[in-house]
């Protein structure tokens, strides 16, 4: 497998991950499926920002994952938010991890101080891998989403990326 950036021809089976995860789980809290238009905004956004868009492949894309900011307002310039999501068929096979790795890798080099994940709180496999890279949670936003017929909780994790100056 080699994680590598995004490229504009994997922005097909990016859509087709997103849109899986949209219609079979709870980790993309949207009910209609999203469009290449805006997965192409969407990536040329983050790349024109400055932030990476990255893909796990064997052959096929078999996930992806980029961050970007998690707020607006120059007091969270050193603050990222990410995600990640990997297809039904690859996940349980540390792809998840790889890409989390490669992420957390660009964000230090990029000397950005911490990462955020947003992820739903009955989401048990996603709470797991962020413990086991050493992200801490931060808080808990009770019934704030609605996907699957009920409402969701949203647990906040955060990673230290760089000790305080």
């Known amino acids: 497998m080699r994680i590598d950036d995004a490229a504009p021809e994997d922005l097909p089976a990016i859509l087709a991950i997103t849109n899986a995860v949209i219609a079979g789980t709870n980790a993309i809290w949207r009910d209609a499926p999203t469009t290449i238009e805006e997965r192409m905004a969407w990536c040329r956004g983050r790349i024109e920002a400055g932030f990476p868009v990255l893909v796990a492949r064997e052959g096929d894309v078999l996930g992806f994952g980029s961050y970007g900011p998690f707020r607006t307002g ?43 994940a947003g992820v739903d709180a009955g989401a048990d496999a996603s709470l797991r891998l962020h413990r086991r890279l050493g992200f801490t949670e931060a808080g808990r936003l009770i019934g704030i989403g609605r996907k699957g017929g009920g409402w969701r909780d949203l647990l906040f994790l955060q990673k230290q990326l760089t000790q305080d100056d």
């Open 74 to 116: 120059d007091g969270y310039r050193f603050t990222v938010e990410h995600s990640v999501h990997v297809t039904a068929a690859a996940r349980g096979r540390g792809i998840g991890l790889a890409l989390m790795e490669a992420l957390i890798a660009r964000a230090r080099a990029q000397g950005l101080r911490v990462m955020v």
